[in-house]
C-alpha cells in the first residue's frame, strides 16, 4: 500500500516513512500544520474574517456615540432624541449578526476540521505498521482520537477567534483613542509595557501549572482505568485500599495544583484593576488639566468608556497564547501519529487463491524490548494441504511463528514465502485473503453473530448458517430469539469463553481461505464440545494448509507431521510415528498422556 492513505489530505508531512522533521519552534508554523485540515472551508474563513472586522469596527463606536450624546444631546442645540435608541438598536443589530455569523462559520471550521482529523487518525489507524499498538496502549489511542482532538480543536478555534477578534477590537479602540487626543494615549500608553510584564509572569506560571496539573490528571485517567479493568482481581486480592491510597495520592495532588493556578489565576484580575485605576487617575488629572484647551465632557466620557473597555481585550490576549500552546501540544501528538506514523508496505504480487506452500527459511524473530530471540534461524517447509502441528512449551514461539503469516510480524532476517513468493512481495489484502486464523485471543466486534462470523465480507446468510453449525454453535443460535442477528454485546461478553472460541472458529469456516491457522483453537472447550469441533475443522482442514497449535494431544492427533518447538528453534520434524520412534521430546510428552490425557 503507497505511504499517504487517500483518506488523510495531502498532508505537508508527505511520505509516511519520513523521519520526524526538526521541532517546529515558531507557533506560526505550529499553527500551519493544521492547515491540510482546514484548507477546503477557506470560504468560511473569508466570512469569519469580515464579519469579526465589521464586528470590531463596532467596538469603538459605543464610545464615539458617547461623545456628541453627551455634547450636544444635553444642551439647547439637542438632536431628536429618537436618534439615539435607534443608533444604539442598529449598533447592536450589526454587532450581534456579525457574532453570531462568525461564530457559525467558525463552528463548521471547527467540525471540519475535527472530522477530518479523525478520519485521518481511524484510517492511519486501520494501516499502521503493527508496532504502533506495541508503542502506544488501546485507551491512550483511543482516547487520542475521540476525546484530545475534540477538545484540543475546540479549545484552538475558539482560543483563535478570540484572539482575532481582541486583536481587532484592540487596534480599533487605539485608533479612536488616538483620533480624540493622542497625548493622552500616549502617556497612558506607558503602562503597556508593565501590563505586558505581569501578564507574561503569570501566564508563564499558569502554563507551568496546566502541565503538571496535565500530567497528573492522565496518571489519574490511568488508575480509574487499571481498576475498571481489574475490578475482579483488586477485589479478589483485597488490594481495595492500595488502590484507594495510590488514587488518593494523585487526587490530593490534583487539588494542590488546581489550587495553586486558581490563586494565580484570581492574582491577575486585581492587579490589573489597580493598573486600570492608575491609568484612569492620570487621565483624569491631565484631562482636568487640559479643560481650558478643548476637552470637553464628551470628549472626556467618550475617553475613558473607549479606555475601559481596552481593559477586557488586553487581559484576554495575554491569555490567548496559553490555551493556544496546549492545544498545539495536543493536536501535534495527533499530528505525528498520523504523518509519521508508517503505513504497513506490502508488495504487489495477487495470484487469486494461493496453494499454500509454506516456507520458513533461516527466520530469525526479535520482538523490540525482547530479551534474545523469540524464533532463532527456524527452518521449515510445509507442502499445500499439509495439516503440521506446532508443539512445545510455552513461550518456544509457537505463536511467533503463526504470526508472520499474516505479516503481523515481520521476521529479523531470513525470509517467509507462501507459493514461492516471499511475504513482502504480496500484495498485502491478497496476502491476508489467504489466511484464516484463530488465536489464542478471540475478538469479537460490538454488532451481530453474524456480522462477527462474515467479518468484512457479505452476509451470506446460508453460509454463516452453516460455519455456525459446523462451529458447533446451532443450538445457541437457535435459542436465541433473534437468532444469528443477535447482538454480542462489547467484545462478545455475552458469550461464555467457549461460546467465543467457537464463533472465532465459525468466523475461520466463514472465510475459507487456503491456509489456516488454529492457535489454541479449542482451548477453551470441554472435551465433548472439543470433539465436535474438531469433526468440524478436520472438514474445513481438508485440502488447506493448516498450522496447529494446542497444548492438547487429542487435538494434532490428525496432523500429517508435528514441529517440536524449543526455546525459538526447531527441536524436532517428523511424522508422530516417527517422533514418538526417535524417543525425543515429543516422545516423553506423548507418553505421559494418552489422547486427550494431561496438556503437552
Ligand atoms: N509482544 C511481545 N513482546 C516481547 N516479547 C514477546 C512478545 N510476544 C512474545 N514474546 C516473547 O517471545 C517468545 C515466544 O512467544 P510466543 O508467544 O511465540 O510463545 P508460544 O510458544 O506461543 O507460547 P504459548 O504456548 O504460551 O502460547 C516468548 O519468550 C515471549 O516472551
Ligand atoms: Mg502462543
Redesign the pocket.
Known amino acids: 500500500m503507497q505511504s499517504a492513505s487517500p483518506i488523510v489530505p495531502d498532508a505537508p508531512g508527505a511520505p509516511a516513512t519520513s523521519p520526524a522533521p526538526a521541532e517546529p519552534t515558531s507557533l506560526v508554523q505550529r499553527l500551519r500544520r493544521f492547515l491540510p485540515y482546514i484548507q477546503h472551508v477557506r470560504r468560511y474563513w473569508i466570512v469569519v474574517v469580515i464579519a469579526t472586522v465589521i464586528g470590531a469596527a463596532t467596538e469603538p463606536a459605543a464610545p464615539a456615540l458617547l461623545k456628541p450624546l453627551l455634547d450636544r444631546g444635553f444642551g439647547a442645540s439637542a438632536f431628536n432624541p429618537w436618534l439615539v435608541p435607534v443608533a444604539l438598536l442598529l449598533l447592536f443589530a450589526i454587532r450581534g449578526s456579525a457574532g453570531f455569523i462568525a461564530d457559525i462559520a467558525l463552528a463548521k471550521i471547527a467540525n471540519e476540521a475535527m472530522f477530518m482529523l479523525r478520519r485521518a487518525l481511524f484510517g492511519r489507524l486501520l494501516d499502521a505498521r503493527l508496532d504502533l499498538f506495541?508503542s502506544e496502549s488501546a485507551s491512550s489511542l483511543s482516547n487520542s482520537i475521540v476525546h484530545e482532538v475534540q477538545n484540543a480543536i475546540i479549545m484552538l478555534v475558539n482560543a483563535l477567534t478570540g484572539l482575532v477578534k481582541d486583536g481587532l477590537a484592540l487596534v480599533g479602540l487605539l485608533v479612536y483613542l488616538l483620533y480624540i487626543n493622542w497625548r493622552l494615549t500616549l502617556i497612558v500608553g506607558f503602562l503597556g509595557p508593565a501590563v505586558a510584564w505581569i501578564m507574561r509572569t503569570a501566564s508563564r506560571r499558569l502554563h507551568k501549572l496546566a502541565k503538571s496539573s496535565q500530567a497528573a490528571t492522565v496518571e489519574l485517567a490511568y488508575a480509574v482505568e487499571e481498576n475498571v479493568l481489574a475490578n475482579r482481581m483488586v477485589r479478589l486480592h483485597g488490594a481495595e485500599s492500595a488502590q484507594a491510597g495510590r488514587f488518593e495520592k494523585l487526587s490530593v495532588a490534583l487539588r494542590r495544583l488546581a489550587m495553586k493556578s486558581s490563586v494565580a489565576q484570581a492574582a491577575i484580575t486585581p492587579v490589573m484593576h489597580m493598573l486600570a485605576a492608575a491609568a484612569l487617575s492620570m487621565v483624569i488629572v491631565i484631562a482636568l488639566w487640559q479643560a481650558d484647551r478643548g476637552m470637553t465632557v464628551g470628549t472626556f466620557a467618550s475617553f475613558v468608556a473607549a479606555l475601559l473597555m481596552l481593559i477586557a481585550p488586553v487581559k484576554r490576549l495575554s491569555e490567548a497564547t496559553g490555551p493556544i500552546t496546549r492545544a498545539l501540544a495536543v493536536l501535534e501528538r495527533s499530528f505525528d501519529l498520523v504523518e509519521h506514523t508508517p503505513a504497513e508496505r506490502g508488495g504487489s504480487h495477487d495470484p487469486g487463491r494461493a496453494r499454500g506452500h509454506i516456507e520458513f527459511d533461516d527466520v530469525t524473530?526479535r520482538?523490540?524490548?525482547?530479551?534474545?530471540t523469540?524464533?532463532d534461524r527456524m527452518n521449515l517447509e510445509i507442502a499445500p494441504g499439509e495439516t503440521i502441528a506446532?508443539v512445545?512449551?510455552?513461550?518456544?514461539?509457537?505463536?511467533?511463528?503463526?504470526?508472520l503469516l499474516p505479516r503481523f510480524l515481520e521476521p529479523a532476517s531470513g525470509a517467509v514465502r507462501l507459493d514461492g513468493y516471499e511475504l513482502k512481495d504480496w500484495r498485502l489484502s491478497a496476502l491476508r485473503r489467504q489466511i484464516a486464523m484463530v488465536s489464542?485471543d478471540v475478538v469479537m466486534f460490538n454488532d451481530s453473530l453474524a456480522a462477527n462470523v462474515a467479518l468484512g465480507a457479505d452476509i451470506d446468510r446460508e453460509r454463516v448458517a452453516r460455519a455456525l453449525e459446523a462451529a458447533n454453535l446451532g443450538d445457541l443460535v437457535a435459542s436465541l430469539p433473534q437468532g444469528m442477528d443477535s447482538w454480542v454485546g462489547h467484545n462478545a461478553t455475552a458469550l461464555s469463553g467457549g461460546q467465543r472460541q467457537r464463533l472465532a472458529i465459525a468466523r475461520a469456516l466463514y472465510k475459507d481461505a487456503p491456509v489456516l491457522i488454529l492457535?489454541?483453537a479449542t482451548s477453551a472447550l470441554d472435551n465433548e464440545s472439543e470433539r465436535l469441533v474438531q469433526e468440524a475443522l478436520r472438514r474445513l482442514m481438508a485440502g488447506r494448509t493448516s498450522l496447529i497449535?494446542a497444548?492438547r494431544l487429542s487435538t494434532i492427533e490428525h496432523a500429517d507431521r508435528v514441529a517440536v518447538?524449543d526455546?525459538?528453534s526447531l527441536l524436532e520434524l517428523g511424522t508422530q510415528a516417527e517422533l514418538i520412534a526417535q524417543g525425543g521430546m515429543y516422545a516423553r510428552l506423548h507418553a505421559l498422556g494418552g489422547s486427550g490425557g494431561p496438556d503437552l
Open positions: 506495541r524473530v520482538y523490540p524490548g525482547g530479551s534474545g523469540a524464533l506446532l512445545g512449551p510455552s513461550g518456544s514461539g509457537k505463536t511467533t511463528l503463526a504470526n489464542q492457535d489454541e497449535i497444548h518447538l526455546r525459538g
